[in-house]
């Protein structure tokens, strides 16, 4: 694995490597300090699953061949438990259906080794922005459209709306980013934090149910930028009817 490269920040986070591979497991523990992270390592899932359970860690970098038990079986535990810990899967089995079940059973990344320092470093990167509570108290406002990212309620002209948390992370990049024209690859980036592949649909499908759910109190507020993505702005004249498809 490449050396990352890149200067010791603050204290990014606690995270968890877990792997029987005490070659692969050092490397990327020690790396991973060298980048600001505090790192604890395990060998076997039963030792993963105590660990998490009694103590608090940001993020699981899990690996799903263990010698006890695999990864998967370890985040069904998990979150049988109670514990919605993000976690990583790191695997030498590259098919989709791995991948799927990985991410079904409440997986949030999956990596195939052999993988690079540098990408595992921004996948946990990117797993913690979205997965890290907002800061107390930060609600976003647009014309008459409020987010509260601490209560995760979302209202229309004071009525409150029901969102999917899929529904609201793609509210909130919309709302962070007001009148600008996001693409789909931004979206997929910043709101599934996965790269869906041949699900091209996908960001079309939730800004329909989006705008389905945001009609009725007010005029339309997603519009779209037709081979481009989405943006969130105010109507202006002249506008076409809002199309799903980019």
Known sequence: MADVGSEPRPDQGQLLVVDDEPFLRDAVAASLRFLGFDVSTADTGAGAQRLVLDGRFDLVVLDVMLPDTDGFEVVRRLRRDGCSVPVIFLTARDTRA????????????????????????????????????????AVLSFADLELDQDSYEVRRSGR???????????????????????????????????????????????????????????????H???????????????????ADDV
């Open 98 to 137: 791995d991948t799927v079940a990985g991410l079904t059973i409440g997986g949030d990344d999956y990596l195939t080794k052999p993988f690079g320092l540098e990408e595992l470093a921004a996948r946990i990167r990117t797993v913690l922005r979205r997965t890290r509570p907002a800061p107390p108290g």
């Open 160 to 222: 409150l709306i029901e969102l999917s948390p899929t529904e609201f992370r793609l509210l909130r990049y919309l709302m962070l980013n007001p009148g600008r024209v996001l693409t789909r690859a931004q979206l997929l980036d910043h709101v599934w934090d996965y790269d869906f592949g041949g699900s091209s649909t996908v960001v079309a499908t939730y800004v329909a149910y989006l705008r389905r759910k945001l009609a009725g109190a007010g005029p339309e507020l997603i």
């Open 224 to 242: 779209t930028q037709r081979g481009v993505g989405y943006s969130l702005r105010l109507p202006r004249p002249g506008d076409p009817e809002c």
